[in-house]
């Protein structure tokens, strides 16, 4: 069986904030539509968040991928190219690690 590829990857900047990058990975799991992946994009954070990632990957319904470069300052430009070259939607949507979708914001755009 070949995997069909999602239509939207969702791209998650967060450094060192596993508290609201929770909130979000659990609202997007809330969508009013299926047809996407997310790749959070870690800006050098503390394993806190890859232990967070972890532990959501089995409580939602869409791929998670965690890319994460190591902390060097201020890099967010460079995490966020990083994971578009593993995005496989056909459409990007970048969010900020403080922004909780609702409930329609992928089907709505």
Same mark, same amino acid.
């Given at each position: 069986?070949?995997?069909?590829?999602?239509?939207?990857?969702?791209?998650?900047?967060?450094?060192?904030?596993?508290?609201?990058?929770?909130?979000?990975?659990?609202?997007?799991?809330?969508?009013?539509?299926? =047809?996407? !992946?997310?790749?959070?994009?870690? &800006? #050098?954070? @503390?394993?806190?968040?890859?232990?967070?990632?972890?532990? %959501?990957?089995?409580?939602?319904?869409?791929?998670?991928?965690?890319?994460?470069?190591?902390?060097?300052?201020?890099?967010?430009?460079?995490?966020?190219?990083?994971?578009?070259?593993?995005? =496989?939607? !056909?459409?990007?949507?970048?969010? &900020? #690690?403080? @922004?909780?979708?609702?409930?329609?914001?992928?089907?709505? %755009?």
């Amino acid at each position: 069986m070949i995997d069909k590829k999602p239509i939207v990857s969702v791209v998650v900047t967060t450094y060192n904030r596993p508290d609201a990058l929770s909130l979000i990975l659990l609202a997007l799991n809330e969508q009013d539509t299926n =047809d996407f !992946e997310v790749i959070v994009a870690d &800006d #050098g954070s @503390s394993s806190e968040t890859k232990d967070a990632v972890e532990l %959501l990957k089995p409580k939602v319904s869409y791929k998670i991928r965690h890319v994460r470069q190591s902390h060097d300052g201020f890099r967010a430009a460079m995490i966020r190219n990083k994971s578009v070259s593993v995005a =496989d939607g !056909e459409y990007l949507i970048f969010l &900020d #690690g403080d @922004s909780v979708p609702q409930t329609s914001f992928i089907s709505s %755009l």
